[in-house]
């Protein structure tokens, strides 16, 4: 069983699959050119205290996102 | 004189491969209208003149960031005889976006695979050969931080400027049929266009106008007549109606 969940509510260890990416225009473009699209896995490594920005693990590299980056990506988590 | 540009995503250790390239012999300026900086140098490898210019570091090449901007101008306006994309070895999968988007672009690539020590120490194996011939163009393992690699570049750079890679040779992306069918339409137009010819590789513009690039947009306006450019609106209009 997987539920979907968006990246900003992760904890560092989890991960899961993009299966939507909510903006449209150029956000969705610069999201999708660093690698984020939808079905690829990746995983949370760490979230700064205010939650922003989080750093995820993805395709053996790192990203930094920003909050409002990390709301607009929805996973596939598994359910544990 | 061979005009090589080098390019690649950031920290892939393209200044350093500049570097060693040009030695002490650069010069730097700025690209015109924009304050990014340009530099550029010489070298002489087997007789041959190469004048070097370092592109500002990408992820992807759309019009939206200045930096981007300067290098899909100068690969598209300018045309270099050689392109140098520089590859993060230990990245492959993320850096290659960009070598698909240059070859989109009928650029005359040559790969540099850099980090190849890292990509060994990592226990990583990469099958040049067979990277290569996918993508249809040279691609030679560099450790830019030893100079390891660097005189195969060269050895490269002069073959690539020597032979004018033959249109669609590269490897490229397929969309889908259905795409496919919209980009062959929109470039029949273009093809028609005798004042475009040979100004912008054919395809590369088709997909830039599907995509609604606003400067190729810009750029083009003025140069397809405007029946030309009505044909190639109504085919967008058109799909995009049966899309919805």
């Given at each position: ?38 079905g690829s896995e990746l995983m949370v490594i760490r979230v700064a205290p205010a939650g922003d920005p989080v750093e995820v693990l ?6 930094a996102l920003r909050k409002n980056e990390a709301k607009q990506l929805i996973l596939e988590v598994d359910a544990a | 004189m061979i ?237 995009e109606a049966a899309i919805k």
């Amino acid at each position: 069983m997987s539920i979907l969940k968006r990246l900003d509510e992760l904890v560092p260890g989890q991960g899961g699959r993009i299966a939507s990416i909510s903006p449209c225009g150029n956000l969705r473009r610069k999201l999708m050119e660093m690698g984020l699209v939808i079905g690829s896995e990746l995983m949370v490594i760490r979230v700064a205290p205010a939650g922003d920005p989080v750093e995820v693990l993805l395709r053996g590299y790192s990203l930094a996102l920003r909050k409002n980056e990390a709301k607009q990506l929805i996973l596939e988590v598994d359910a544990a | 004189m061979i005009r090589a540009a080098l390019i690649g995503n950031p920290n892939v250790g393209k200044t350093e491969i500049f570097n060693r390239l040009t030695g002490l012999s650069q010069k730097v300026g700025n690209f015109p209208g924009v304050t990014v900086e340009k530099k550029a140098g010489m070298l002489v490898h087997r007789g041959r003149e190469i004048e070097v210019v370092d592109l500002p570091g990408a992820y992807s090449l759309t019009a939206h960031a200045v930096d981007e901007l300067v290098a899909s101008d100068y690969i598209v306006l300018e045309r270099p005889d050689v392109i140098v994309d520089i590859v993060d070895g230990i990245n492959l999968e993320r850096n290659l976006y960009l070598t698909l988007l240059l070859l989109e672009m009928d650029a005359n690539l040559v790969v540099a695979l850099n980090r190849w020590d890292m990509v060994a120490a990592r226990g990583m194996e990469i099958d040049i050969e067979k990277l290569s011939e996918l993508l249809g163009c040279p691609v030679v393992p560099t450790v830019a931080i030893t100079g390891c690699g660097l005189e195969d570049l060269k050895d490269s750079i002069v073959d690539a400027a020597g032979q004018k890679r033959a249109k669609g040779q590269g490897a490229a992306l397929n969309y889908g049929d259905d795409i496919e069918q919209l980009i062959n339409k929109v470039e029949d137009v273009i093809k028609e266009c005798t004042a475009l010819n040979g100004r912008y590789p054919e395809r590369w513009l088709a997909i830039k106008m599907l995509e609604g690039d606003e400067r190729v947009m810009e750029q083009t306006r003025a140069i397809l007549s405007s029946s030309q450019l009505a044909d190639i609106l109504s085919i967008i209009e058109a799909e995009e109606a049966a899309i919805k």
